[in-house]
Nanobody, 128 residues
Framework: EVQLVESGGGSVQAGGSLKLSCTAS????????LAWYRQAPGHGCELVST???????YYADSVKGRFTISRDNAKNTVYLQMNSLKPEDTAVYYC??????????????????????WGQGTQVTVSS
């Protein structure tokens, strides 16, 4: 069974930090490119950051310099370290994996064709 389980979300004041984790199972994690998306109320799914199977990273302009994505293949886990959080970062955050030929699995409301497997999402709320 394919699973991606996010954790680490919660409420924090502006300027604070949170670290999200996503632990995967049921597919070949080491050969998969990974991503974090977020969905704010009334908005679509926004790409936040990606990390390839080789370790190359990408960040959306809105989070560049504040967020850091990383992966630990031994633990089948991808992380998102979020610093200097702003109220506009408030959203449900989803992890996703691209594993060609592995089918599809959608754990929540954010699930696009760009990635095969998606988690259930975790809420991040940033107050002023």
């Amino acid at each position: 069974e394919v699973q991606l389980v996010e954790s680490g979300g919660g409420s924090v004041q502006a300027g604070g930090s949170l670290k999200l984790s996503c632990t995967a199972s049921g597919f070949t994690f080491d050969d998969s490119d990974l991503a974090w998306y977020r969905q704010a109320p009334g908005h679509g799914c926004e790409l936040v950051s990606t990390i390839t199977r080789h370790g190359d990273t990408y960040y959306a302009d809105s989070v560049k310099g504040r967020f850091t994505i990383s992966r630990d293949n031994a633990k089948n886990t991808v992380y998102l370290q979020m610093n200097s959080l702003k109220p506009e970062d408030t959203a449900v955050y989803y992890c996703a994996a691209d594993a060609p030929g592995g089918g599809r699995y959608c754990g929540g409301r954010c699930c696009t064709a760009e990635y095969n497997y998606w988690g259930q999402g975790t809420q991040v709320t940033v107050s002023s």
